[in-house]
């Protein structure tokens, strides 16, 4: 059984840094990809940066320059660092992983029915 605990969340002021953390369990693939969602009220469950066990990246526009998605595969555990947050980045952040790219994949509400999850964390980000 594959799980995902993710800690880090929290709440910070406009500006501040938070690191999210996802501790992956059971995925026994050599191939895969491990993906940051987030999902605000009223919003959907929007893809905000993701990974590859080929090395390749990806982050939402909006994220881009401000978030660094990273791995340490001693620990199986990804990292999410986020810098000059912003009220708009307040949402639960999720983790997911799955062979499958999650590049196109979202929904109206996470977790999406595809690959593996973790539970959610907070973040709020106070102007």
């Known amino acids: 059984e594959v799980q995902l605990v993710e800690s880090g969340g929290g709440s910070v002021q406009a500006g501040g840094s938070l690191r999210l953390s996802c501790t992956v369990s059971?995925?026994?693939?050599?191939?895969?990809?491990m993906a940051w969602y987030r999902q605000a009220p009223g919003d959907e469950c929007m893809l905000i940066s993701s990974?590859?066990?080929?090395?390749?990246?990806y982050y939402r526009d909006s994220v881009k320059g401000r978030f660094t998605i990273s791995q340490d595969n001693a620990k199986n555990t990804f990292y999410l660092q986020m810098d000059s947050l912003k009220p708009e980045d307040s949402a639960v952040y999720y983790c997911?992983?799955?062979?499958?790219?999650?590049?196109?994949?979202?929904?109206?509400?996470?977790?999406?029915?595809?690959?593996?999850w973790g539970q959610g964390t907070q973040v709020t980000v106070s102007s």
């Open positions: 059971g995925f026994t693939s050599d191939d895969w990809n």
């Open positions: 997911a992983t799955e062979r499958r790219t999650f590049r196109g994949v979202y929904g109206p509400h996470c977790p999406l029915a595809f690959g593996d």
């Open positions: 990974i590859s066990s080929g090395g390749s990246t």
